[in-house]
């Protein structure tokens, strides 16, 4: 069955550095993957999307990689800030009309 | 501003009961779908709309039902309240062309069945 993995455990960061988070997949070929920023209490957050003809996306402090080989993403948040704690999400999407399957998702704390 | 509104924010019912939770959307998007979010499953499909009049099941479809009547609602209903389906509910849209645009959610509805 398809299954998508993020790590459970949150990533904790100094402020200022940069923050790596791993979406990996099985069982499953993406036309194109999303990530999504989640606060407590509070709905997903489109962040960004690259499709499988893309190595690599960015937007301001943000960078998306994804390896088909490899079936995996990752997500990185460059100079991050406590402003940028928050759960990230990875979803994949295309293989079924405009559904996207979502991970569990990582927790990301920067401390100041 | 458009926007995709959830109601009620919180729930509390007893099992057996039937409940309706709502969702409304003003982007005129074509595409709806509800999740469900729980501790150690993260988000699951429970039905979607691609328009008027469709509806499909998702992933955990059982118990569920939606109707679409117009663009704007999708309202998702428990036909008859069980505990396992305490859980916080999430309602998205998104255009034919969600892919690149992502979806939109609203502020979801925590539901507690007791």
Same mark, same amino acid.
């Given at each position: 069955?398809?299954?998508?993995?993020?790590n459970?455990?949150?990533?904790n960061?100094?402020?200022?550095?940069?923050?790596? %988070?791993?979406?990996?997949?099985?069982?499953?070929?993406?036309?194109?993957?999303?990530?999504?920023?989640?606060d407590?209490g509070?709905?997903?957050?489109?962040?960004?999307?690259i499709?499988e003809?893309?190595?690599e996306?960015?937007?301001?402090?943000?960078?998306v990689t994804?390896?088909?080989? %490899?079936?995996?993403?990752?997500?990185?948040?460059?100079?991050?800030?406590?402003?940028?704690s928050?759960?990230?999400?990875?979803? %994949?999407?295309?293989?079924?009309?405009n559904?996207?399957?979502?991970g569990?998702?990582?927790? %990301?704390?920067?401390k100041? | 501003?458009a926007e995709?509104t959830?109601?009620?924010?919180?729930?509390?019912?007893?099992t057996g009961?039937q409940?309706?939770?709502?969702?409304?959307?003003?982007?005129?998007?074509n595409?709806?779908?509800?999740?469900?979010q729980?501790?150690?499953?993260g988000?699951?499909l429970?039905?979607?709309?691609?328009g008027?009049q469709?509806?499909?099941?998702?992933?955990?479809?059982?118990?569920y039902?939606?109707?679409?009547?117009?663009?704007?609602?999708?309202?998702?209903?428990?036909?008859?309240a069980?505990?396992?389906?305490?859980?916080?509910?999430?309602?998205?849209?998104?255009?034919?062309t969600?892919?690149?645009?992502?979806?939109?959610f609203?502020?979801g509805?925590?539901l507690?069945?007791?």
């Amino acid at each position: 069955s398809q299954k998508i993995e993020q790590n459970s455990e949150a990533l904790n960061i100094q402020e200022g550095k940069t923050a790596t %988070l791993t979406c990996n997949y099985t069982n499953y070929s993406p036309a194109y993957l999303q990530w999504y920023r989640q606060d407590p209490g509070r709905g997903p957050v489109f962040l960004l999307l690259i499709r499988e003809n893309e190595k690599e996306k960015r937007k301001e402090r943000l960078k998306v990689t994804f390896d088909t080989t %490899l079936k995996q993403s990752l997500f990185h948040i460059t100079a991050s800030q406590p402003a940028d704690s928050a759960t990230y999400l990875c979803a %994949l999407g295309g293989n079924a009309g405009n559904m996207l399957t979502f991970g569990g998702g990582t927790r %990301l704390m920067v401390k100041p | 501003d458009a926007e995709i509104t959830q109601s009620p924010r919180h729930k509390i019912t007893e099992t057996g009961r039937q409940v309706t939770l709502a969702c409304h959307q003003t982007w005129n998007h074509n595409n709806m779908f509800w999740y469900r979010q729980d501790l150690g499953h993260g988000l699951r499909l429970i039905h979607y709309s691609y328009g008027v009049q469709d509806t499909n099941k998702g992933e955990v479809s059982d118990g569920y039902s939606v109707s679409r009547s117009n663009t704007e609602d999708l309202p998702l209903t428990l036909e008859s309240a069980a505990s396992s389906q305490t859980s916080v509910y999430f309602c998205a849209s998104s255009d034919r062309t969600g892919e690149a645009y992502g979806y939109t959610f609203g502020s979801g509805t925590r539901l507690t069945v007791v």
